[in-house]
Nanobody, 127 residues
Framework: QVQLVESGGGLVQAGGSLRLSCATS????????MGWFRQAPGKEREFVAT????????YYANSVKGRFTISRDNAKNTVYLQMNSLKPEDTAVYYC????????????????????WGQGTQVTVSS
C-alpha cells in the first residue's frame, strides 16, 4: 500500500506561483508513473500533468501547458508540480496520484489507471 501526502497549496494572486510537493511511502517510488489531477467546486476531477517512472517523459493538459512543470526526485520519493502564471481558473483541490502498474512505458492521463491518491491540497488563485 502506497501513501501519498501533498503539500504546498495556498492562496496566491493571479500571476503568482506555487510549488506543490507529493511525498510517497510504502512501495518503490521509482518504478511508477505519477500524475497530478485537480477538481474545482462543482466540476469533475481533471487531468493536469503526468510523468514517467524514469522522469524522461512528461505530458500536460492543454490548459496548463507552458505554465506548469511536473518533475520528480526518485531519491526523495517525491513528485513536484511547479505552477507559474496562475489564473483564477486554476483554483481547485490538487491531487497527487500513483499509477497502479510498474514501469509502464506509456504514461496515462486516465484517472482510472492511478490506483493510489493523496488527500489533496487546496490551491486558490485570486483575481
Amino acid at each position: 500500500q502506497v501513501q501519498l501526502v501533498e503539500s504546498g497549496g495556498g492562496l496566491v494572486q493571479a500571476g503568482g506561483s506555487l510549488r506543490l510537493s507529493c511525498a510517497t511511502s510504502g512501495r518503490t517510488f521509482s518504478v511508477y508513473n505519477m500524475g497530478w489531477f485537480r477538481q474545482a467546486p462543482g466540476k469533475e476531477r481533471e487531468f493536469v500533468a503526468t510523468i514517467s517512472w524514469s522522469g524522461g517523459t512528461t505530458y500536460y493538459a492543454n490548459s496548463v501547458k507552458g505554465r506548469f512543470t511536473i518533475s520528480r526526485d526518485n531519491a526523495k520519493n517525491t513528485v513536484y508540480l511547479q505552477m507559474n502564471s496562475l489564473k483564477p481558473e486554476d483554483t481547485a483541490v490538487y491531487y497527487c496520484a500513483a499509477d497502479s502498474r510498474r514501469q509502464q512505458p506509456v504514461i496515462s492521463v486516465a484517472s482510472e489507471d492511478f490506483g493510489s491518491w493523496g488527500q489533496g491540497t487546496q490551491v486558490t488563485v485570486s483575481s
